[in-house]
């Protein structure tokens, strides 16, 4: 079967997403810089990324095939966090994170005939952690590659007490929001 879309991300959380809701694809990773511009709101920065990459992807193959690209960011308070750097930088987020609620903004850009973005913002409210409980988690890998430095689809969902929003938007990719853009491009999911 030929692919529905182009995924313009490598995570294979995003790729699992939109196995589970049967949509054919083929990758083509973006990587940009992901430093937030000066004073750049949470909602804007994670809008321009999800859009330049997906603009890049589309310039890059010149494509009819529609081109998908999301991005996933942390927000406590006004503090964007992204991927933690290394150990240091993991367990300073989780601890900042621990006993509190932050939120997690989730962006869509999906270009094809037209361009259209959705963003998935959900409220998740972290319980108390202790310092070992952060060193374990770290020990796991777990925490590396993801913003705010947890999976909540992971072994870090045992430190979410609650959630206010889209699982699947935590997870990297808001299935709600995505279904819609897709039925905006006349990818029906059902069919």
């Known amino acids: 079967m030929a692919a529905q879309i182009i995924l313009a991300s490598a995570s294979p959380r995003r790729k699992e997403l939109l196995d589970q ?5 083929v990758t083509c990773p973006v990587d940009l810089d992901e430093t937030p511009l000066c004073n750049e709101a949470p909602l804007d920065y994670v809008q321009r990324l999800a859009g330049e990459k997906s603009a890049v992807c589309l310039a ?3 494509t009819d095939v529609p081109v998908l690209a999301a991005d ?11 991927k ?14 621990s006993g509190k609620t932050h939120h997690v903004y989730t962006a869509i850009s999906l270009r094809g005939h037209e361009h259209n973005q959705a963003v998935s913002v959900t409220e998740v409210t972290f319980r108390c ?3 070992q409980e952060m060193l374990d988690y770290w020990d796991t890998g777990e925490p590396l ?9 992971g072994r870090g969902g045992v430190f979410v007490e609650s959630i206010k929003g889209s699982f699947s938007g935590v ?7 995505t279904a819609q853009l897709l039925a905006k491009q006349g990818i029906e999911l059902f069919k």
């Open 21 to 25: 809701i049967k949509v054919t694809y």
């Open 145 to 153: 590659d993801k913003a705010g430095g947890y999976a909540i689809q």
């Open 60 to 62: 890059r193959l010149q």
């Open 129 to 131: 952690l202790t310092d």
């Open 84 to 97: 933690p750097k290394d150990k240091i930088d993991a367990l300073a987020m989780l601890a900042q994170l």
């Open 171 to 177: 997870v990297g990719l808001p299935l709600f929001e």
């Open 72 to 82: 996933t960011t942390v927000v406590l308070g006004s503090l964007i966090m992204g």
